[in-house]
């Protein structure tokens, strides 16, 4: 999604939830649910694109739902439109100077290549280049010179960006070609390329992390991993949602003051896996158990196990947040989240100890 998508997408939704509301005298409590969740989304999105006027009225928009004004929702959404029609040739210019980039690496290749190794790589696939995993059998005889004679060789095709052994006399090879490549005695075991779609979603993710991170005080390192080289087109706008609740979440409740979060997009056959993780301090169980009890879910006796614990934190209202602002505290975030994976037949999961957090959605392809 970009953010000229974002805009036509927003306003043809608030114009149209304008008339609605104009018609109303008042909202039943499924509608005003309805309209928070609403709300809370645009809001996620408004931040990611840089429209920070209109994620500050759409935050006092799900203030005015929570108190049931109408009045006061209508007046909002009407500032909202002429927010984003006012703002947004500004904004979007504003987000494409700041835009950074972020390094994206193949799943396969992430643990087998050191710091400058993973650095040139992503950046040859964000150039939009197409990089190969070549494999040659030398034999142990004359190993070092007919090593040698392979490397000139392909040197003079293109860049090699790493040299990996895979036993005493296989070599692979991560290259980059500058010209069709013609290997008679090596294997092609796999390609690697980025669509830019993908490439799109991610740096805004990432860039909008970075950018809570820095309003919370924290410092966030992010870590990119694709087992995927393009999303299927009907799930780029559930992934990036998704990846925006699970990324402000892994910062805000997740991380302390410093640490890294790693995203994690694979696919098989069958499924699509999005994995959000991080490396904090884990769940705090008993906080979980407290918001319960004041939400009325669970008794003042109730000694939930750890599996639902894990299933509390996905009911509206359950937030560890101590207080309420733009980034959290609602309580909405992974009510949200499990909402919209299951409405398209999909399971979320999450693991949590000392050493951090992890939230593992699959998405069946056959719901697609």
Known sequence: MTSEDFCSEALLQLEKLLSELKEKE?????R???LFRFFHTIKGRARVFGFRELAGIIHLAEDSVRKGNLH????????AIKALKGDFEENSSKLRRAQIKVSILPIELANRLA???????????LSGRKVLLLRKSFGVQDFSSRLNDFLKEISRRGSILALLPSSVSDLEVIFVP???????DAQILDEFYLDKSLVDIIERVVNHGREIAEELGKKVEFEVELGLKALPGQLSGLIFDVLIHLVRNAIDHGIEKVGRVVIQVTESSEEVVVKVSDNGSGMDFEKVRERAIEKG???DEAQPSSAEILELVFYQGISTSDEVSEISGRGVGLDLVKKMIENVGGKIKIETGSLGTAFEIVIPKKQL
């Open 115 to 125: 710091s400058q190794e993973k650095e040139r790589l992503s950046f040859y696939l």
């Open 178 to 184: 500058s010209t069709k490549p013609v290997f008679e």
């Open 72 to 79: 006061e929702i209508i007046s909002c959404v009407e500032q």
């Open 26 to 30: 008042e909202l039943s409590d499924l």
């Open 297 to 299: 879910l669970i008794s």
């Open 32 to 34: 005003l649910e309805e």
